[in-house]
């Protein structure tokens, strides 16, 4: 019996509300009604999202499609899998909560809201888009939201720090552009059997998960669909059906050798494919030394669009890797991890550095975001054999699947304490009108639940156990040992450091005797409003710690299956590896890598 | 025999080709009406902008009766004797100038460059200027690929100076038709050497013949005929790339535009550009071998070896047959690429040469203008990117090479509302303010939100961010390269990325001055009241386009792939 996979429709709802409602924020309204009516959109947006928590997701990608520019070869195809369920819950339940800690805005609040919705759906698109063009989009439509969110509400330096975001962002977008018109360039449906079209979702929601794709592919390719006729077309000619769906490139790529054959500068098309994805994305992440752009964004940003960045905006870069750039090109991949571990690990201990040496408190915090944004490209890089040797001799299924459900944990996890930490910044900032951290401390006295939440959440960026930091950076750096030993050693230099700066900033805001600053009178205790933000944070960050499970068995199906096709595809039969533990279990702390710590 | 002659020329003329050309008389009739309408004494007082108005309406309307059964029910058809030809392309290209005149008609009298006592002069000129448009758009003889061009640059040449007792509008004008006479003299003798060596100057003769020439197996005449098509084709290329504003002949592109006013630059960058970029498309399709032709050629050829072969080995005939099929194929793919190859590098390199001048010489302008006219420049080098990759997909995937096409004709479609929103914004504010120069436009914001805005949005479609029209026709003119594939390919897009992201800088300077930067103090700019409100809907009519064909681009990306099917085959 064919399993019920209907188009989701809650998909183009969830992406199509916020934006809906900045259209709706053009008519003159005031600037109470405009916060009350998007914090409403907001809240109703995550509901929705978390409504999708009970989909069934165990029959493959769960689809929704509508023609958009069949001339084009583009169409709106929005899907929803265990991969970017978690990163869209994140989102939605984010984005309100941004909204709540953007109270000190007061000039051109409309607007405000306007952008801050319109961000929403850009990274809900994002995350939902099966479509590369649908993507792209979604990613450019990011940017001058958050342009103007810099340059306008920002602190002195605005100007400046948004053109910087403007010009990375868009260097980086461009070269997404570029890897995807070649990917696109390289494929053809027609070499795809029925079933891996089905499960693409070429044929339509419905025939995802079918029993009988064949008759599933005679049905469409006599339906009235631009992609079918174009289908049946290429196929009489003899000629390649190209396309733009996210997971009919990765299928079409598994299934031809195009892209292996030899490119410009001897290296082969999937290598420069492999190059462009990784360049674009490192900027999105960001690595070092392509980080530049991040710290003055955060500092100059408000307290709520600094959120937004590091919660949500950060997790495209590192999204992007795991669904397009090592499903389609994993031979590459292979063969550059060194390059993407060592990325990873010189952000790691570069990010902690310059967090140490920080006084701003903002700027240390965004400088902690580099350094836990090196461990999502070193999960990533785990599992790739032999390198150094030259030819690399593929990738092991068991160790990349933990390492990248590590990556895609951290991911979520710096989410919500970076998010959060933002957030306990800005309350300083309110009530001191510095961030500086030689004139804070002694602020536990006046003002106990708001410091002891912040030292939580600092605690979990540290990546104590049983907080949300500490399950990615185990899982990372567990399943990276193998292949990268310098790599992980470089990261657990980074968590020494990371602890020094934590402490360091801890101590010096929080503990200490007396407050340095000038007007104590100013150190309020939090304002319901503020408590609403800070509790779920926290709340989140102690849960994702204490019970990992659950969001690890979410992104756990969608990983096994590319961990499986990266091992295929490379040659090595998958090993199982022997010293690592399942993820299931993998919360209890053993083994070499953790001592380290 | 010459009174049959005689009775067949009249019923083509008056039943096939007037009827299919009822837009083009009506421009033309709108011209006469408003030269005449001065000497009719009740007549006189009526405002040029309203004759003219209804003339480009109805011009409008007549072609959109003539499209009624839609873009794809058009067949191909031969007007007046071969000199024009009716198609989809056609009709796609001049309803494409009859939306820029109803939109430039409007503009030149908010901005009050035609005003009530010399209007009629100024829509004279732009409406005769049309009229040969419409001639380039659907040329199919050399004789009218040259009348069109002439027909529209001439009116243009007076329009660059139209503002008189302005030493750098007559500068303007004075150059541009100095070095449009010295192109158009370059293109006429490129012409005669086409004409000459293939004996025709109907295009589509020409381009069989030229295939026949390259096609006949090594001879030295051929050799030699094929050197002088080659001048040939250079030097009407070098006309066009005059046209186009393409470097190396983009030169007067920035003095001109400079001096003219901003109405006049935008109505050169856009109209004009997407005739001249028809008439390529034209030119291109003619003389890039494809299928249809080069199989003629191979059944003859072909047959001819058959009949050797089966001659000289009778008993198994169908196995060499076989082979010298397959040899005759590879011979004639390898004797279709010169022409191919030459076309395909010479427009890859005028692309690459004229979008990487244009973008990195638009970084230091100060005069709005200027900076435009650069990154008009730096615009035709895009929009010759998808002509270089149909040239080369002509061949072995004419529905690429045609949709190629298509990415070409979408993009000038977009590209239209933004350079003439641009250059609108730039004129009003040179009402409004006074001033020309881009610092002068800080804090444009606080006193004209709608034009600042305006402004913005065309500044980021040129640059081509998405939901804006301007990115769908980059993309789709990516899309084509990369299906042309091949390193020169490679080339145009790594170019057209590196260009995207240089041009960040200035256009974002625009974006920033316009809707962000607060008023400079020492500015000596101020501003004359609030800006008008047929200015403010103008706008926003010209506007809308930008937003909205970028959130539905298929309404127009359907339309140009039906304009564009079939070229190639």
Request: glycine content about 10%; overall charge neutral; charged content about 10%.
């Amino acid at each position: 019996m064919t399993p019920e996979t209907p188009p989701l429709t809650l998909l183009p709802t969830l992406v199509a509300l916020p934006a809906l409602a900045a259209i709706a924020l053009s008519t003159p309204l005031s600037p109470a009604w405009s916060r009350r009516l998007t914090l409403g959109v907001m809240l109703l947006t995550a509901a929705i999202a978390w409504s999708l928590v009970g989909v069934d997701l165990d029959h493959g990608v769960r689809l929704w499609r509508a023609a958009w520019i069949p001339s084009l070869g583009a169409e709106a195809l929005l899907g929803l899998d265990g991969l970017n369920l978690p990163l869209v819950l994140l989102t939605a339940s984010l984005c309100p909560l941004a909204l709540i800690a953007s109270g000190s805005v007061t000039n051109r609040v409309r607007t405000y809201c306007a952008l801050l919705l319109l961000l929403e759906s850009g990274t809900l698109a994002v995350f939902l888009a099966m479509d590369f063009v649908l993507f792209y989009v979604a990613w450019e439509l990011l940017l001058v939201p958050m342009y103007l969110l810099i340059a306008v509400w920002g602190g002195a330096e605005r100007m400046a720090a948004a053109v910087r975001f403007f010009v990375y962002t868009l260097a980086g977008g461009l070269l997404l552009l570029a890897g995807g018109l070649i990917a696109y360039s390289y494929s053809d449906l027609t070499t795809l059997s029925a079933p891996q079209l089905a499960a693409s979702g070429v044929l339509g929601p419905v025939a995802v998960a079918s029993d009988d794709p064949t008759a599933a592919l005679e049905a469409w390719t006599e339906s009235a669909d631009p992609g079918a006729q174009r289908f049946t077309r290429a196929e009489a000619s003899a000629e390649p059906a190209r396309t733009f769906n996210l997971l009919a490139l990765v299928a079409s790529a598994e299934q031809t050798d195009a892209l292996s054959g030899v490119g410009p500068f001897g290296k082969s098309a999937e290598w420069w494919l492999f190059a462009l994805l990784l360049g674009g994305m490192a900027i999105k992440l960001p690595a070092v030394p392509l980080h530049t752009w991040l710290p003055r964004a955060h500092v100059e940003a408000p307290t709520g669009v600094s959120m937004l960045l590091a919660g949500v905006l950060l997790k495209l870069g590192g999204y992007a890797l795991v669904r397009i750039a090592w499903p389609l090109c994993p031979t590459a991949a292979c063969e550059l991890a060194w390059l993407v571990a060592g990325l990873g690990g010189v952000s790691i201990v570069w990010g902690a550095l310059a967090a140490l040496a920080q006084d701003d408190m903002k700027r240390l915090v965004a400088y902690s975001s580099v350094s836990h944004m090196g461990y999502v490209l070193l999960g990533l890089a785990a599992g790739a054999g032999a390198t150094g040797s030259g030819a690399s001799a593929g990738w092991d299924a068991d160790t990349w699947r933990i390492g990248a459900s590590g990556a895609v944990f951290q991911m979520v996890a710096h989410g919500v304490t970076s998010a959060g930490l933002f957030y306990c910044v800005g309350l300083l900032y309110e009530r001191c009108g510095h961030r500086d951290l030689r004139r804070l401390g002694g602020l536990f006295n006046p003002m106990p639940l708001a410091s002891g939440m912040a030292v939580v959440l600092l605690i979990a960026s540290l990546g104590a156990p049983g907080l949300c930091g500490f399950v990615g950076e185990l899982l990372t750096l567990l399943a990276a040992w193998d292949a990268h030993p310098v790599a992980v050693t470089l990261a657990a230099i980074g968590t020494i450091l990371t602890a020094a700066y934590i402490l360091r900033a801890t101590r010096l805001a929080y503990f200490g005797p007396v407050y340095r600053g000038d007007d104590t009178a100013q150190l309020t205790p939090l304002r319901p409003a503020e408590l609403f933000v800070l509790t779920p944070l926290v709340l989140a960050a102690v849960t994702l710690g204490v019970r990992p499970q659950p969001l690890l068995d979410t992104i756990d199906k969608p990983l096994t299956a590319s961990a499986e096709s990266l091992a295929a595809r490379t040659g090595e039969p998958p090993l199982v590896a022997a010293v690592l533990s399942p993820p299931g279990s993998s919360t209890e702390p053993p083994t070499d890598a953790a001592d380290a710590r | 025999m010459l009174p049959t002659l005689v009775e067949q020329l009249a019923t083509d003329t008056t039943g096939v080709s007037l009827p299919a050309a009822r837009p083009e008389v009506a421009l033309c009739a709108t011209i006469v009406a408003m030269l005449l309408s001065r000497l009719i004494p009740g007549v006189r007082r009526l405002d040029a902008f309203w004759i003219a108005l209804a003339g480009v309406v109805t011009a409008a309307g007549l072609l959109v009766a003539e499209a009624s059964g839609g873009l794809a029910a058009i067949e191909r058809t031969e007007l007046f004797t071969g000199l024009l030809v009716q198609d989809p392309l056609g009709v796609y290209a001049r309803g494409l100038l009859l939306v820029f005149a109803l939109l430039f008609v409007p503009l030149v009298r908010i901005t009050g460059l035609a005003n009530r006592h010399d209007g009629q002069d100024l829509y004279t000129l732009v409406l005769g200027a049309l009229v040969g448009m419409c001639l380039m758009a659907r040329a199919n003889h050399l004789v009218t690929v040259f009348i069109g061009i002439e027909m529209a640059s001439v009116p243009s040449y007076v329009l660059a100076g139209i503002v008189k007792g302005r030493r750098r509008a007559g500068e303007a004008a004075l150059k541009y038709s100095v070095y449009g006479a010295a192109a158009a003299g370059v293109m006429l003798y490129g012409v005669s050497l086409l004409a000459g060596v293939l004996g025709t100057a109907h295009l589509p003769t020409m381009g069989a013949r030229a295939a026949a020439l390259v096609a006949s197996p090594g001879a030295d005449a051929a050799v030699a005929q094929l050197t002088v098509l080659a001048l040939g084709a250079t030097l009407l290329l070098v006309g066009m790339a005059f046209k186009l504003s393409a470097a190396p002949f983009h030169f007067w592109a920035p003095d001109v535009f400079a001096g003219a006013p901003a109405e006049i630059g935008g109505f050169l960058s856009t109209a004009s550009k997407a005739a001249a970029l028809v008439l390529m498309v034209r030119l291109l399709a003619a003389a890039a071998p494809h299928n249809a032709m080069l199989a003629e050629d191979q059944t003859s050829s072909l047959a001819a070896s058959v009949a050797l072969v089966s001659t000289a080995d009778s008993p198994a005939p169908s196995k060499p047959a076989a082979a010298s099929n397959a040899a005759e194929t590879g011979a004639a793919a390898a004797t279709g690429d010169p022409i191919r190859r030459f076309l395909t590098v010479s427009l890859a390199m005028v692309a690459i040469a004229t979008c990487t001048l244009g973008n990195l010489a638009a970084f230091g302008q100060k005069n709005a203008k200027r900076l435009l006219a650069y990154s008009t420049i730096a615009h035709a080098g895009y929009l010759l990117m998808p002509l270089a990759a149909a040239v080369r997909l002509a061949r072995e995937d004419p529905t690429a090479a045609d949709a190629a096409v298509g990415a070409m004709l979408f993009y000038a479609t977009g590209y239209l509302f933004l350079n003439l929103t641009a250059f609108a914004v730039v004129a009003l504010v040179r009402n409004h303010r006074g001033t020309e120069q881009l610092d002068d436009y800080a804090g444009l914001g606080r006193s004209a939100p709608l034009a600042a805005g305006a402004l913005a949005i065309a500044a980021l479609g040129l640059l081509g961010l998405p939901p804006l029209v301007g990115f769908f026709g980059k993309f789709a003119m990516l899309r084509s390269v990369v299906e042309a594939s091949g390193p020169l390919m490679t080339a145009l897009l790594v170019t057209a990325l590196l260009n995207t992201a240089a041009s960040v800088f200035y256009y974002l300077r625009l974006v920033k001055l316009a809707v962000i930067e607060r008023p400079n103090a020492n500015s000596a700019a101020v501003d004359r009241g609030p800006m008008p409100p047929l200015a403010r809907t103008w706008l926003v009519v010209c506007g809308a386009p930008i937003v909205v064909l970028g959130l539905f681009p298929e309404v127009v990306a359907s339309l140009a792939s039906a304009a564009s099917s079939g070229l190639f085959r």
